[in-house]
DNA sequence: AACGATACGGACTGATCACTCCGCTTGTCA
DNA sequence: TGACAAGCGGAGTGATCAGTCCGTATCGTT
Protein backbone atom coordinates (compact mmCIF):
# COMPACT_ATOMS: atom_id res chain seq x y z
CA UNK A 1 0.00 0.00 0.00
CA UNK A 2 1.34 3.53 -1.02
CA UNK A 3 2.26 6.26 2.04
CA UNK A 4 -0.31 8.57 0.45
CA UNK A 5 -3.06 6.28 0.37
CA UNK A 6 -2.11 4.74 4.05
CA UNK A 7 -2.23 8.60 4.69
CA UNK A 8 -5.61 8.96 3.03
CA UNK A 9 -7.05 6.35 4.60
CA UNK A 10 -6.47 7.61 8.07
CA UNK A 11 -7.78 11.10 6.95
CA UNK A 12 -10.65 9.90 5.50
CA UNK A 13 -11.59 7.79 8.91
CA UNK A 14 -10.73 10.55 11.22
CA UNK A 15 -13.15 13.28 9.28
CA UNK A 16 -16.04 10.64 9.21
CA UNK A 17 -15.54 9.79 12.56
CA UNK A 18 -15.75 13.72 13.52
CA UNK A 19 -18.73 14.13 10.87
CA UNK A 20 -21.05 11.60 11.86
CA UNK A 21 -20.43 12.52 15.77
CA UNK A 22 -22.00 15.56 14.47
CA UNK A 23 -24.61 15.19 11.65
CA UNK A 24 -25.46 11.29 12.36
CA UNK A 25 -25.14 8.64 10.04
CA UNK A 26 -27.12 10.61 7.51
CA UNK A 27 -24.22 12.82 6.65
CA UNK A 28 -23.09 12.13 3.11
CA UNK A 29 -20.32 10.84 1.83
CA UNK A 30 -19.04 14.50 0.16
CA UNK A 31 -19.25 16.19 3.36
CA UNK A 32 -16.63 13.44 4.93
CA UNK A 33 -14.84 13.79 1.59
CA UNK A 34 -14.81 17.61 2.04
CA UNK A 35 -13.82 17.27 5.59
CA UNK A 36 -10.99 14.89 4.80
CA UNK A 37 -10.18 17.02 1.82
CA UNK A 38 -9.92 14.77 -0.60
CA UNK A 39 -12.01 13.83 -3.13
CA UNK A 40 -15.51 11.67 -3.33
CA UNK A 41 -13.67 8.77 -5.60
CA UNK A 42 -10.82 8.48 -3.00
CA UNK A 43 -13.56 7.74 -0.13
CA UNK A 44 -15.24 5.33 -2.23
CA UNK A 45 -11.76 3.52 -3.26
CA UNK A 46 -10.94 2.98 0.52
CA UNK A 47 -14.39 2.16 1.76
CA UNK A 48 -16.64 0.09 -1.27
CA UNK A 49 -19.44 1.46 0.40
CA UNK A 50 -21.04 4.37 2.25
CA UNK A 51 -21.95 1.42 4.83
CA UNK A 52 -19.15 -0.20 5.05
CA UNK A 53 -17.25 3.47 6.20
CA UNK A 54 -20.08 3.64 8.42
CA UNK A 55 -19.47 0.42 9.81
CA UNK A 56 -15.84 1.21 9.73
CA UNK A 57 -15.98 3.69 12.39
CA UNK A 58 -18.41 2.27 14.75
CA UNK A 59 -15.78 -0.24 14.83
CA UNK A 60 -13.05 1.36 15.87
CA UNK A 61 -15.38 3.33 18.08
CA UNK A 62 -16.56 0.37 19.87
CA UNK A 63 -13.07 -1.07 19.87
CA UNK A 64 -11.65 2.40 21.76
CA UNK A 65 -14.93 2.01 24.64
CA UNK A 66 -14.04 -1.95 24.73
CA UNK A 67 -10.18 -1.67 25.02
CA UNK A 68 -10.96 1.18 27.82
CA UNK A 69 -13.11 -1.10 29.59
CA UNK A 70 -11.64 -4.11 30.18
CA UNK A 71 -9.18 -2.86 33.19
CA UNK A 72 -12.49 -2.32 34.82
CA UNK A 73 -12.55 -6.24 35.47
CA UNK A 74 -9.96 -6.46 37.62
CA UNK A 75 -12.16 -3.34 40.27
CA UNK A 76 -12.80 -4.67 43.62
CA UNK A 77 -16.04 -2.89 43.04
CA UNK A 78 -17.66 -4.25 40.54
CA UNK A 79 -20.69 -2.78 40.68
CA UNK A 80 -19.34 0.81 41.12
CA UNK A 81 -16.93 -0.22 38.02
CA UNK A 82 -19.95 -0.79 35.96
CA UNK A 83 -21.83 2.37 37.23
CA UNK A 84 -18.69 3.93 35.72
CA UNK A 85 -18.07 2.23 32.73
CA UNK A 86 -22.43 3.05 31.63
CA UNK A 87 -21.84 6.83 32.46
CA UNK A 88 -18.96 6.58 30.71
CA UNK A 89 -20.71 5.03 27.70
CA UNK A 90 -24.07 7.29 28.55
CA UNK A 91 -21.79 10.75 28.08
CA UNK A 92 -20.34 9.42 24.70
CA UNK A 93 -23.70 8.94 23.45
CA UNK A 94 -24.85 12.18 24.72
CA UNK A 95 -21.97 13.83 22.95
CA UNK A 96 -21.32 12.18 19.62
CA UNK A 97 -24.48 11.52 17.18
CA UNK A 98 -25.28 7.98 16.03
CA UNK A 99 -23.29 6.41 19.34
CA UNK A 100 -26.40 5.80 20.86
CA UNK A 101 -27.67 3.70 18.14
CA UNK A 102 -24.33 2.10 17.82
CA UNK A 103 -24.79 1.21 21.45
CA UNK A 104 -28.38 0.11 21.04
CA UNK A 105 -27.25 -2.29 18.18
CA UNK A 106 -24.48 -4.08 20.07
CA UNK A 107 -26.46 -3.84 23.22
CA UNK A 108 -29.71 -5.64 21.15
CA UNK A 109 -29.08 -6.65 17.56
CA UNK A 110 -26.79 -9.39 18.98
CA UNK A 111 -26.22 -10.66 15.54
CA UNK A 112 -25.25 -7.65 14.32
CA UNK A 113 -22.58 -6.72 11.49
CA UNK A 114 -19.71 -6.79 12.91
CA UNK A 115 -19.59 -9.04 15.99
CA UNK A 116 -16.41 -9.82 17.26
CA UNK A 117 -16.30 -6.10 18.41
CA UNK A 118 -19.35 -5.66 20.16
CA UNK A 119 -18.66 -8.84 21.80
CA UNK A 120 -15.66 -7.47 23.72
CA UNK A 121 -17.85 -4.80 25.39
CA UNK A 122 -20.45 -7.23 26.05
CA UNK A 123 -17.82 -9.68 27.85
CA UNK A 124 -16.76 -7.06 30.15
CA UNK A 125 -20.17 -5.76 31.03
CA UNK A 126 -21.13 -9.68 31.46
CA UNK A 127 -17.99 -10.19 33.79
CA UNK A 128 -18.18 -7.20 35.39
CA UNK A 129 -22.53 -8.07 36.41
CA UNK A 130 -21.53 -11.62 37.68
CA UNK A 131 -18.86 -9.76 40.04
CA UNK A 132 -21.23 -7.62 41.32
CA UNK A 133 -24.01 -10.50 41.54
CA UNK A 134 -21.58 -12.61 43.52
CA UNK A 135 -20.44 -9.92 45.94
CA UNK A 136 -24.20 -8.95 46.56
CA UNK A 137 -24.07 -5.40 45.08
CA UNK A 138 -26.32 -6.16 42.12
CA UNK A 139 -29.99 -8.24 42.81
CA UNK A 140 -29.08 -12.28 41.78
CA UNK A 141 -32.03 -11.98 39.63
CA UNK A 142 -31.32 -9.84 36.67
CA UNK A 143 -29.60 -10.69 33.98
CA UNK A 144 -27.16 -9.67 31.19
CA UNK A 145 -30.14 -9.09 28.70
CA UNK A 146 -31.66 -6.84 31.23
CA UNK A 147 -29.07 -4.82 31.85
CA UNK A 148 -28.06 -4.50 28.17
CA UNK A 149 -31.63 -3.27 27.63
CA UNK A 150 -31.24 -0.64 30.38
CA UNK A 151 -27.97 0.61 28.81
CA UNK A 152 -29.50 1.00 25.41
CA UNK A 153 -32.38 2.92 27.00
CA UNK A 154 -30.05 5.19 29.10
CA UNK A 155 -27.77 5.74 26.01
CA UNK A 156 -30.56 6.18 23.22
CA UNK A 157 -32.54 8.48 25.90
CA UNK A 158 -28.89 10.80 26.83
CA UNK A 159 -28.71 11.80 22.74
CA UNK A 160 -31.89 13.99 23.79
CA UNK A 161 -31.34 15.39 27.51
CA UNK A 162 -28.28 17.92 27.24
CA UNK A 163 -28.08 18.37 30.95
CA UNK A 164 -25.51 16.14 32.19
CA UNK A 165 -27.20 16.57 35.66
CA UNK A 166 -30.20 14.63 34.41
CA UNK A 167 -28.48 12.23 32.98
CA UNK A 168 -26.72 10.99 35.82
CA UNK A 169 -29.71 11.29 37.99
CA UNK A 170 -31.44 8.65 35.96
CA UNK A 171 -28.42 6.54 35.85
CA UNK A 172 -28.77 6.40 39.22
CA UNK A 173 -32.43 5.14 39.41
CA UNK A 174 -31.71 2.54 37.60
CA UNK A 175 -28.68 1.28 39.82
CA UNK A 176 -31.16 1.63 42.82
CA UNK A 177 -32.96 -0.59 40.85
CA UNK A 178 -30.08 -2.74 39.94
CA UNK A 179 -29.15 -2.64 44.20
CA UNK A 180 -30.96 -5.64 46.15
CA UNK A 181 -33.55 -5.01 48.52
CA UNK A 182 -31.85 -4.23 51.84
CA UNK B 1 -65.66 20.89 2.57
CA UNK B 2 -66.82 17.88 0.19
CA UNK B 3 -67.65 14.10 1.40
CA UNK B 4 -65.25 13.01 -0.98
CA UNK B 5 -62.42 15.01 0.77
CA UNK B 6 -63.57 14.26 4.02
CA UNK B 7 -63.34 10.64 3.11
CA UNK B 8 -59.95 10.99 1.73
CA UNK B 9 -58.40 12.99 4.18
CA UNK B 10 -59.44 10.43 6.41
CA UNK B 11 -58.40 7.61 4.61
CA UNK B 12 -54.63 9.56 4.48
CA UNK B 13 -54.41 9.55 8.02
CA UNK B 14 -55.00 5.77 8.42
CA UNK B 15 -52.66 4.58 5.70
CA UNK B 16 -50.13 6.77 7.04
CA UNK B 17 -50.56 5.26 10.72
CA UNK B 18 -50.31 1.88 9.56
CA UNK B 19 -47.16 2.69 6.99
CA UNK B 20 -45.23 5.24 9.41
CA UNK B 21 -45.88 2.08 11.92
CA UNK B 22 -44.36 -0.27 9.72
CA UNK B 23 -41.51 1.55 8.29
CA UNK B 24 -40.83 4.68 10.32
CA UNK B 25 -40.65 8.28 9.45
CA UNK B 26 -38.67 7.90 6.41
CA UNK B 27 -41.15 5.94 4.76
CA UNK B 28 -41.96 7.74 1.58
CA UNK B 29 -44.87 9.70 0.93
CA UNK B 30 -45.79 7.80 -2.32
CA UNK B 31 -45.97 5.15 -0.32
CA UNK B 32 -48.86 6.70 2.03
CA UNK B 33 -50.96 7.52 -1.24
CA UNK B 34 -50.81 3.97 -2.45
CA UNK B 35 -52.01 2.72 0.47
CA UNK B 36 -54.83 4.77 0.77
CA UNK B 37 -55.69 4.46 -3.04
CA UNK B 38 -55.21 7.92 -3.24
CA UNK B 39 -53.51 9.91 -6.10
CA UNK B 40 -49.90 11.86 -4.35
CA UNK B 41 -51.93 15.17 -4.88
CA UNK B 42 -54.33 14.33 -2.85
CA UNK B 43 -51.84 13.81 -0.18
CA UNK B 44 -49.73 17.09 -0.37
CA UNK B 45 -53.60 18.57 -1.12
CA UNK B 46 -54.40 17.52 2.42
CA UNK B 47 -51.02 18.11 3.80
CA UNK B 48 -48.85 20.69 2.32
CA UNK B 49 -45.90 19.23 3.36
CA UNK B 50 -44.42 15.22 4.21
CA UNK B 51 -43.60 16.79 7.53
CA UNK B 52 -46.88 17.95 8.45
CA UNK B 53 -48.51 14.62 7.75
CA UNK B 54 -45.98 13.31 10.09
CA UNK B 55 -46.96 15.58 12.92
CA UNK B 56 -50.82 14.91 12.03
CA UNK B 57 -50.19 11.28 12.42
CA UNK B 58 -47.90 12.17 15.78
CA UNK B 59 -50.90 14.64 17.43
CA UNK B 60 -52.98 11.79 16.82
CA UNK B 61 -51.70 9.17 18.22
CA UNK B 62 -50.17 11.15 21.20
CA UNK B 63 -53.84 12.32 21.89
CA UNK B 64 -55.24 9.09 21.92
CA UNK B 65 -52.91 7.71 23.81
CA UNK B 66 -53.44 10.79 26.51
CA UNK B 67 -56.92 10.23 26.28
CA UNK B 68 -56.58 6.89 27.55
CA UNK B 69 -54.04 7.66 29.94
CA UNK B 70 -56.41 10.65 32.14
CA UNK B 71 -58.42 8.44 34.02
CA UNK B 72 -55.37 6.90 35.67
CA UNK B 73 -55.25 9.89 37.56
CA UNK B 74 -58.25 8.82 39.60
CA UNK B 75 -56.43 5.36 40.45
CA UNK B 76 -56.23 4.48 44.53
CA UNK B 77 -52.62 2.98 43.59
CA UNK B 78 -50.82 6.04 41.55
CA UNK B 79 -47.58 3.99 41.02
CA UNK B 80 -49.42 1.05 39.60
CA UNK B 81 -51.27 3.15 37.48
CA UNK B 82 -47.69 5.10 36.63
CA UNK B 83 -46.23 1.88 36.12
CA UNK B 84 -49.23 -0.09 33.75
CA UNK B 85 -49.06 3.19 31.90
CA UNK B 86 -45.26 3.02 31.13
CA UNK B 87 -45.96 -0.75 30.34
CA UNK B 88 -48.66 0.18 27.54
CA UNK B 89 -46.30 3.20 26.02
CA UNK B 90 -43.22 0.93 25.81
CA UNK B 91 -45.86 -2.03 24.64
CA UNK B 92 -46.68 0.48 21.93
CA UNK B 93 -42.98 1.95 21.10
CA UNK B 94 -42.01 -2.02 20.47
CA UNK B 95 -44.83 -2.34 18.58
CA UNK B 96 -45.04 0.62 15.88
CA UNK B 97 -41.75 2.23 14.60
CA UNK B 98 -41.16 5.81 15.10
CA UNK B 99 -44.01 5.81 18.51
CA UNK B 100 -40.52 5.76 20.45
CA UNK B 101 -38.92 8.75 19.02
CA UNK B 102 -42.91 10.30 19.37
CA UNK B 103 -41.76 9.38 22.90
CA UNK B 104 -38.41 10.46 23.38
CA UNK B 105 -39.70 14.24 21.47
CA UNK B 106 -42.43 14.60 23.71
CA UNK B 107 -40.39 13.49 26.92
CA UNK B 108 -37.21 15.50 26.33
CA UNK B 109 -37.60 18.10 23.83
CA UNK B 110 -39.95 20.45 25.32
CA UNK B 111 -40.58 22.74 23.12
CA UNK B 112 -41.51 20.84 20.18
CA UNK B 113 -43.56 21.47 17.26
CA UNK B 114 -47.34 20.08 19.12
CA UNK B 115 -47.34 21.40 22.57
CA UNK B 116 -50.39 21.05 23.65
CA UNK B 117 -50.94 17.25 23.34
CA UNK B 118 -47.80 16.11 24.38
CA UNK B 119 -48.56 18.27 27.62
CA UNK B 120 -51.78 16.26 28.41
CA UNK B 121 -49.90 13.41 28.78
CA UNK B 122 -46.98 14.92 30.49
CA UNK B 123 -49.60 16.32 32.85
CA UNK B 124 -51.02 12.87 33.26
CA UNK B 125 -47.85 11.80 34.32
CA UNK B 126 -46.92 14.37 36.43
CA UNK B 127 -49.79 14.16 38.68
CA UNK B 128 -49.73 10.52 38.68
CA UNK B 129 -45.80 10.76 39.81
CA UNK B 130 -46.84 13.75 42.75
CA UNK B 131 -49.59 11.28 44.08
CA UNK B 132 -47.30 8.40 44.43
CA UNK B 133 -44.32 10.36 46.23
CA UNK B 134 -47.43 12.02 48.53
CA UNK B 135 -48.52 7.91 48.95
CA UNK B 136 -44.93 7.06 49.55
CA UNK B 137 -44.73 4.53 46.70
CA UNK B 138 -42.20 6.34 44.82
CA UNK B 139 -39.01 8.30 46.16
CA UNK B 140 -39.37 11.79 46.94
CA UNK B 141 -36.07 12.93 45.51
CA UNK B 142 -36.86 11.90 42.11
CA UNK B 143 -38.90 14.85 40.03
CA UNK B 144 -41.01 14.18 36.59
CA UNK B 145 -38.01 15.40 34.21
CA UNK B 146 -35.88 12.06 35.35
CA UNK B 147 -39.05 9.51 35.05
CA UNK B 148 -38.81 11.16 31.61
CA UNK B 149 -36.09 10.47 30.80
CA UNK B 150 -36.57 6.95 32.21
CA UNK B 151 -39.60 7.17 29.79
CA UNK B 152 -37.89 7.72 26.95
CA UNK B 153 -35.16 5.25 27.28
CA UNK B 154 -37.19 2.46 28.37
CA UNK B 155 -39.73 3.15 24.65
CA UNK B 156 -36.04 3.64 22.45
CA UNK B 157 -34.37 0.56 23.79
CA UNK B 158 -38.01 -1.37 23.35
CA UNK B 159 -38.28 -0.93 19.97
CA UNK B 160 -35.05 -3.06 19.45
CA UNK B 161 -36.29 -5.24 22.10
CA UNK B 162 -38.99 -7.85 20.74
CA UNK B 163 -39.39 -10.05 23.76
CA UNK B 164 -41.75 -8.73 25.70
CA UNK B 165 -40.78 -10.49 28.92
CA UNK B 166 -37.48 -8.30 28.39
CA UNK B 167 -39.20 -5.31 28.23
CA UNK B 168 -41.30 -5.98 31.23
CA UNK B 169 -37.73 -7.27 32.81
CA UNK B 170 -36.40 -3.57 32.28
CA UNK B 171 -39.72 -1.69 33.70
CA UNK B 172 -39.68 -3.36 37.01
CA UNK B 173 -35.37 -2.67 37.39
CA UNK B 174 -36.89 0.59 36.87
CA UNK B 175 -39.61 0.48 39.18
CA UNK B 176 -37.42 -0.63 41.30
CA UNK B 177 -34.97 1.85 41.31
CA UNK B 178 -38.00 4.31 41.81
CA UNK B 179 -39.45 2.99 44.90
CA UNK B 180 -38.45 4.47 48.50
CA UNK B 181 -35.89 2.36 49.96
CA UNK B 182 -37.65 0.00 52.94
C1' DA C 1 15.95 10.28 -14.34
C1' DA C 2 12.58 7.76 -16.22
C1' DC C 3 8.92 4.59 -16.21
C1' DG C 4 5.17 1.68 -14.75
C1' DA C 5 1.95 0.96 -11.28
C1' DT C 6 -0.82 2.87 -7.91
C1' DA C 7 -3.83 6.29 -6.35
C1' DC C 8 -6.29 10.64 -6.91
C1' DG C 9 -10.05 14.13 -8.18
C1' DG C 10 -14.35 15.22 -9.40
C1' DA C 11 -17.58 15.34 -13.39
C1' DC C 12 -21.12 12.13 -14.38
C1' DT C 13 -24.96 8.63 -13.83
C1' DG C 14 -29.01 6.73 -12.12
C1' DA C 15 -32.14 6.32 -8.52
C1' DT C 16 -35.11 8.27 -5.08
C1' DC C 17 -38.08 11.59 -3.18
C1' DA C 18 -40.64 15.74 -1.86
C1' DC C 19 -43.48 18.65 -4.04
C1' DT C 20 -46.04 21.11 -8.32
C1' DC C 21 -49.27 21.68 -11.98
C1' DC C 22 -52.94 21.03 -14.89
C1' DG C 23 -56.39 18.43 -17.56
C1' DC C 24 -60.08 15.67 -16.07
C1' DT C 25 -63.74 13.95 -12.80
C1' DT C 26 -67.15 14.29 -9.30
C1' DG C 27 -70.02 16.29 -5.86
C1' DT C 28 -73.33 19.89 -4.88
C1' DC C 29 -76.88 23.08 -5.48
C1' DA C 30 -80.26 25.61 -8.08
C1' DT D 1 -80.41 17.96 -15.00
C1' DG D 2 -77.12 21.17 -15.98
C1' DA D 3 -73.34 23.91 -14.68
C1' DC D 4 -69.51 25.07 -12.02
C1' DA D 5 -66.67 24.95 -8.20
C1' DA D 6 -64.15 21.71 -5.51
C1' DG D 7 -61.34 17.95 -5.70
C1' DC D 8 -58.63 14.31 -7.95
C1' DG D 9 -54.73 11.68 -10.35
C1' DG D 10 -50.32 11.23 -11.66
C1' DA D 11 -46.79 12.75 -15.01
C1' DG D 12 -43.33 16.08 -14.46
C1' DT D 13 -39.52 18.94 -11.89
C1' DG D 14 -35.59 19.83 -9.32
C1' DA D 15 -32.72 18.55 -5.68
C1' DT D 16 -29.96 15.22 -3.25
C1' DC D 17 -27.02 11.42 -2.89
C1' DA D 18 -24.57 6.87 -3.39
C1' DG D 19 -21.59 5.04 -6.35
C1' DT D 20 -18.70 4.89 -11.23
C1' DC D 21 -15.13 6.07 -14.49
C1' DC D 22 -11.27 7.83 -16.54
C1' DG D 23 -7.77 11.34 -17.50
C1' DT D 24 -4.19 13.07 -14.57
C1' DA D 25 -0.87 13.23 -10.82
C1' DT D 26 2.08 10.99 -7.57
C1' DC D 27 4.86 7.27 -5.60
C1' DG D 28 8.33 3.81 -5.55
C1' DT D 29 11.75 1.37 -8.05
C1' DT D 30 15.48 0.41 -11.14
Known amino acids: MRADARRNRERVLEAAETVFAEQGATASTEEVARRAGVGIGTVFRHFPTKEALYEAIVVRRLSRVAEQAQPLTASADPAGALRDLFARLIDEAATKKAFADTMAVVSLDVKAAAPAVGDQLRDTIATLLDAAR??????????LAEVMVLLAGLCLAAEHTPDPTLRESALSVVFAGLTPPS
Open 134 to 143: TAGTVRADVG
